[in-house]
């Protein structure tokens, strides 16, 4: 009987007879012989269907294959005769698993994206979607690595709040029983604070919530999101542990994952140059380089989406945005002691026009200064009683960060829309399937 492998692992079983099981999405014939373009989720390969090899009846099932019909293939492996470190299976016998009887959708032609997202169930299949879907599952698990090799413990942080970190008005709000409004978490940030007085340093990585009514590429009103949080860590040593762990993503991508890049039509080469340190700007010098190329930003604004844009198109390295304005960023950030009217933080851009991927801060660690704080931003202080008591018992310096997963699988994918970065996307007007 023959041993069931992955597509994956053929260059370990050369001249063996094996069995594989996936699905046929392509194939062509050439006189007496059929090639399958097989996969099986891991990778894909060839396989050849010789008539005088095979008896009438399995060279009749290679005839009769449809496209994306499920099979389980029986053959000997052997290295292509043209290309090198590439694999294909000589077809000894095929067992239908299930024959496909209506058209596929998605056929090799061009589709308008709203074709392609209603169908999104089906696109995954596609080997750009699947490779952007690879690369993602990369960056989760260089991430996790990274974090646990620095001392950071996962921590869950709940999707289910009765307050928000920077105010509701972007909220998706809720009903909670008799205990009034709920809403779905846009950070687990706070939550996670309270951890570090129990372990140090902590993160969580799970789906927040906006209900930002944006339509921008960059946007998305569900998305993956990584916080991490650490205590005795101020602001420059937050940032060289941001600058760290992208690096070290983009090391294990590239390590790893060089065929789906491919597959993309990637350009790595500015990723190879992805090295610490990265370049620093302070928002007040930041802004007055965008004045000079032609923006209309003031020192009291944030960055747009337009600015930001702008201003990593000029460089080859992430940059660090910091030190903002206090007045436009949130209540919990501590201000810089040598210029009270900014915040210690820090938004990192990614460069080619990518922009924002990394939001952090030092977090205010004074009881009475926090609490002015939320009382100047109108928010409940009930509601954030749990949160001051963290400024009661032990106080520290404490910083952290929060990444966008989709932003930063995007821009190491070199995807314009971050719609294609995650499996289901959720915007204002799509919600199916």
Not at 316 to 338: L, Q, T
Not at 367 to 390: M, T
Request: net charge negative.
């Amino acid at each position: 009987m023959a041993t069931k492998i992955f597509i994956k692992d053929f260059k370990d079983h050369v001249g063996e007879e094996i069995l594989i099981e996936g699905w046929m999405f392509n194939k062509r014939a050439s006189g007496k012989i059929y090639f399958l373009e097989l996969r099986d989720g891991t990778d894909i390969t060839q396989g050849v269907v010789v008539k005088n090899d095979v008896s009438e009846e399995i060279f009749a099932k290679a005839e009769s294959l449809t496209m994306e019909s499920s099979v389980r293939i029986t053959g000997v492996i052997s290295k292509h005769p043209k290309f090198e470190n590439t694999y294909e299976l000589q077809v000894k016998d095929i067992d239908i698993v299930q024959l496909v009887k209506e058209d596929y959708p998605i056929a090799k032609k061009e589709h308008g994206v709203d074709f392609l997202l209603e169908n999104r169930h089906l696109w995954l299949r596609s080997p750009k979607q699947r490779a952007i879907q690879v690369i993602r599952n990369t960056i989760i698990n260089a991430i996790y690595e990274y974090l646990n090799k620095n001392n950071y413990i996962k921590i869950d942080a709940p999707i289910l709040t009765p307050n928000a970190c920077e105010g509701t008005t972007e909220l998706f709000e809720m009903e909670y029983f008799d205990e009034g409004k709920a809403y779905l978490s846009q950070s687990g940030q706070l939550y996670i604070e309270a951890a570090i007085f129990s372990v140090g340093r902590c993160f969580d990585f799970g789906p927040v919530f906006r209900a930002e009514k944006s339509k921008t590429r960059r946007h998305l009103t569900e998305f993956w999101m990584m916080d991490a949080e650490a205590a005795f860590v101020e602001h420059e040593e937050n940032m060289k542990i941001q600058e760290g762990l992208v690096c070290f993503v983009i090391e294990k991508v590239l390590a790893t994952r060089l065929e789906e890049l491919k597959t993309l039509e990637r350009d790595i080469e500015p990723l190879k140059k992805i090295q610490a340190p990265f370049y620093r700007k302070t928002h007040y010098d930041a802004v007055e380089e965008l004045r000079a190329m032609g923006s209309t930003i003031s020192h009291e604004q944030d960055l747009g989406a337009e600015d930001e844009t702008i201003l990593t198109q000029k460089y080859d390295k992430p940059i660090f945005i910091e030190k903002y304005p206090a007045e436009v960023k949130a209540f919990y950030m501590k201000r810089d002691p040598k210029d009270p009217t900014v915040a210690l933080c820090a938004d990192m851009l990614a460069p080619e026009g990518y922009g924002e991927v990394i939001g952090g801060s030092q977090r205010e660690d004074d009881y009475d200064v926090l609490l002015g704080r939320i009382k100047e931003h109108n928010l409940p202080v009930e509601a954030f009683n749990w949160y001051l008591d963290l400024r009661k018992y032990g106080s520290v310096p404490h910083s952290g960060f929060g990444i966008g997963l989709e932003r930063l699988t995007g821009w190491i994918c070199g995807i314009h829309h971050i719609r294609e970065t995650i499996p289901f996307p959720r915007t204002i007007n799509r919600i199916y399937p």
